[in-house]
Nanobody, 115 residues
Framework: QVQLVESGGGLVQAGGSLRLSCAASISMFSFNAMVWYRQTAGKQREQVAAISSGGTTVYGDFVKGRFVISRDSAKNTVYLQMNNLQPEDTAVYYC?????????WGQGTQVTVSS
């Protein structure tokens, strides 16, 4: 069974940085892509960034060059480096792994940005 464990969330002031991690229980090469989402209360989950098995990355328009998704295959871990965080980035951040027609989600990690 695939398990994803996110970590790295917390409280940060506006303009600060955080690095989120998503550790997978199996080799990342098993996945077609890994994706970071975020969700705030009352809103739909939105895609933040994604990285394909081939290393192609895509970002949500709101990222505007502030976030970087990367991976460490040896550690089966995907990262989301978030810089210049703003209060509107406050959300629960989730990691998703896509393997063929299946998707697996982590439990989420809270990011709170104070003004």
């Amino acid at each position: 069974q695939v398990q994803l464990v996110e970590s790295g969330g917390g409280l940060v002031q506006a303009g600060g940085s955080l690095r989120l991690s998503c550790a997978a229980s199996i080799s990342m090469f098993s996945f077609n892509a890994m994706v970071w989402y975020r969700q705030t209360a009352g809103k739909q989950r939105e895609q933040v960034a994604a990285i394909s098995s081939g290393g192609t990355t895509v970002y949500g328009d709101f990222v505007k060059g502030r976030f970087v998704i990367s991976r460490d295959s040896a550690k089966n871990t995907v990262y989301l480096q978030m810089n210049n965080l703003q209060p509107e980035d406050t959300a629960v951040y989730y990691c998703k792994a896509i393997k063929d027609i299946a998707s697996y989600w982590g439990q989420g990690t809270q990011v709170t940005v104070s003004s």
